[in-house]
């Protein structure tokens, strides 16, 4: 199975910093890397999709990317909105990973 | 508007069955994939296993062979896990969650429903 490997667990932040968040698989996944946002005791939300495209309805503070293995999402400008936990996950294969998760704090 | 509901939250036993539901909106529910995904108290997710509907076909991650099942509905828009062998370590929130296709993101999700196991 494909693993995916975010850093850091936490991230402690304030309103109006610039946040990155990174993500690594075990293996070529070329750009088939999903980005979700989940809030305490609410399902995850679609950011990103295909590394780098912006689901509709998401702020343009958000921006992904990266190929291969390597891969970061960015927030530009934090909004108190945006303290939540961040997951990564895979596309590529039939395990669907997911990255362990970053909390902003 | 595309929503997926899912069924209430249960309480079961250590080595009984849950059987969860997760109803779909949408009227063409048999082309698109869907996923189930659980996440552990204060843990993170872990996929568990999807469907299509309109392929007949299902898939599950292989740490829960043998023990889980999933089925669809299309005459209700409904796609069905079946959990069994039920252990303290399944007590979870259980997602359930749409993708394009069989290899896509998840676009919507369910509510999701707990699952507690204890004796």
């Known amino acids: 199975d494909i693993q995916m490997t975010q850093s850091p667990s936490t991230l402690s932040a304030s309103a109006g910093d610039r946040v990155t968040i990174t993500c690594r698989a075990s293996?070529?996944?070329?750009?088939?890397l999903a980005w979700y946002q989940q809030k305490p005791g609410r399902a995850p939300n679609l950011l990103i999709y295909?590394?780098?495209n912006l689901e509709g309805g998401v702020p343009s503070r958000f921006s992904g990317s990266g190929s291969g293995t390597e891969f970061t999402l960015t927030i530009s400008s934090l909004q108190p909105d945006d303290f939540a936990t961040y997951y990564c996950?895979?596309?590529?294969?039939?395990?669907?990973?997911f990255g362990g998760g970053t909390k902003v704090e | 508007q595309v929503q997926l509901v899912q069924s209430g939250a249960e309480v079961k036993k250590p080595g009984s069955s849950v059987r969860l539901s997760c109803m779909a909106s949408?009227?063409?529910?048999?082309?698109?994939?869907i996923h189930w995904v659980r996440q552990a108290p204060g843990q993170g997710l872990e996929w568990m296993g999807t469907?299509?509907?309109?392929?007949?076909?299902?898939s599950h991650a292989q740490n829960l062979q043998g023990r889980v099942t999933i089925i669809a509905d299309e005459s209700t828009n409904t796609a069905y896990l079946e959990l069994s062998g039920l252990k303290s370590e399944d007590t979870a929130v259980y997602y359930c969650?749409?993708?394009?296709?069989?290899?896509?993101?998840?676009?919507?999700w369910g509510q999701g429903t707990l699952v507690t196991v204890s004796s």
């Open positions: 949408w009227d063409t529910f048999r082309e698109f994939a």
């Open positions: 996950q895979q596309y590529n294969s039939l395990s669907f990973t």
């Open positions: 293996q070529n996944i070329n750009t088939w």
């Open positions: 469907i299509i509907p309109m392929a007949g076909t299902s």
């Open positions: 969650a749409r993708a394009l296709s069989d290899y896509s993101f998840f676009d919507y």
């Open positions: 295909k590394a780098s």
